[in-house]
T-cell receptor, first 112, second 113 residues
Framework: KQEVTQIPAALSVPEGENLVLNCSFT??????LQWFRQDPGKGLTSLLLIQSSQREQTSGRLNASLDKSSGRSTLYIAASQPGDSATYLC???????????FGTGTKLQVIP | NAGVTQTPKFRILKIGQSMTLQCAQD?????MYWYRQDPGMGLKLIYY???????DKGEVPNGYNVSRSTTEYFPLRLELAAPSQTSVYFCASRGLAGINEQFFGPGTRLTVL
């Protein structure tokens, strides 16, 4: 059974700092990995999708990397801003691809 | 392209009432999902569908029913609402293998009193 863990569970940083969020998964036979953000009281917004054949994916100040062999992905946020404050989740297909397993989430607070 | 839409946004039910949460997607996605998220908790899968006419149970299906007669729509039915069903409900969709990003609707906040 695929299990997805995110460390740390919560993170507080001053504005402008670069930061890294971690995602670990137990079954390395994944097709892709997706990063989401969730603002309080809102739905999930897709940030980045990395295919299993890729090692990195970038969108603006966000960079996600994937190392299938070690079962890890990282989300790098450059020059953090208060607007980046949210919960960040990673997710991988599971159950023969039909389902999606979500990580436990990292709650990020960027302090002005 | 509206993506995934959900109605209603908010609803208050009395114990024992029934209702249907509506979900629609216009991306021709095969996979559709219903999740619930309790306050401060993660997502729990209620039901999912891999195509029109095919549905299957997730982790927490009790008290819910679904149908998928078309690719676009995937309604979630609550029968005999209970306080334990107070939650935020999210519908999501995903395409087949390849570029298969999952997209979420804005959610329905349900309170059962």
């Amino acid at each position: 059974k695929q299990e997805v863990t995110q460390i740390p569970a919560a993170l507080s940083v001053p504005e402008g700092e670069n930061l890294v969020l971690n995602c670990s998964f137990t079954d390395s036979a994944i097709y892709n990995l997706q990063w989401f953000r969730q603002d309080p009281g809102k739905g999930l917004t897709s940030l980045l999708l990395i295919q299993s054949s890729q090692r990195e994916q970038t969108s603006g100040r966000l960079n996600a990397s994937l190392d299938k062999s070690s079962g890890r992905s990282t989300l790098y946020i450059a020059a953090s801003q208060p607007g980046d404050s949210a919960t960040y989740l990673c997710a991988v297909p599971s159950g023969g691809y039909q389902k999606v397993t979500f990580g436990t989430g990292t709650k990020l607070q960027v302090i002005p | 392209n509206a993506g995934v839409t959900q109605t209603p946004k908010f609803r208050i039910l009395k114990i024992g009432q029934s209702m249907t949460l509506q979900c629609a997607q216009d991306m021709n996605h095969n996979y559709m999902y219903w999740y619930r998220q309790d306050p401060g908790m993660g997502l729990k899968l209620i039901y999912y569908s891999v195509g029109a006419g095919i549905t299957d149970k997730g982790e927490v299906p009790n008290g819910y029913n679904v149908s998928r007669s078309t690719t676009e729509y995937f309604p979630l039915r609550l029968e005999l609402a209970a306080p334990s069903q107070t939650s935020v409900y999210f519908c999501a969709s995903r395409g087949l293998a390849g570029i298969n990003e999952q997209f979420f609707g804005p959610g329905t906040r349900l309170t059962v009193l």
